[in-house]
């Protein structure tokens, strides 16, 4: 299980996790990247930066960003715990 820094809080979690499975408190929580002032504005607060994903791709997408600590998947989406993310990014 590959992991990342949950924002300035000195704490490792998995880069993918299953919602609600996954302590998130004090964190952005966003259903996507696209306002990327917020992320900038969280990572320089340290504010750890969780998304919500829904397929390989929208996952494949917010681990592309630096500010983003964790990726939250539905419980019905499990499969995407298991994603290759070398293979879907550099094929």
Do not use: C, N
């Amino acid at each position: 299980m590959r992991e990342r820094w949950f924002g300035a809080t000195g704490r490792l979690v998995p880069e993918i996790a299953v919602e609600g499975e996954l302590d998130i408190e004090g964190a952005l929580v966003l259903d996507d990247v696209s306002d990327e002032a917020a992320l900038r504005e969280a990572h320089a607060q340290g504010r750890p930066v969780v998304v919500r994903a829904g397929s390989a791709e929208a996952v494949k997408t917010a681990l592309a960003r630096p500010e983003v600590a964790a990726v939250l998947v539905g419980p019905d989406d499990r499969e995407l715990l298991e994603l290759d993310l070398t293979e879907l990014t550099y094929g």
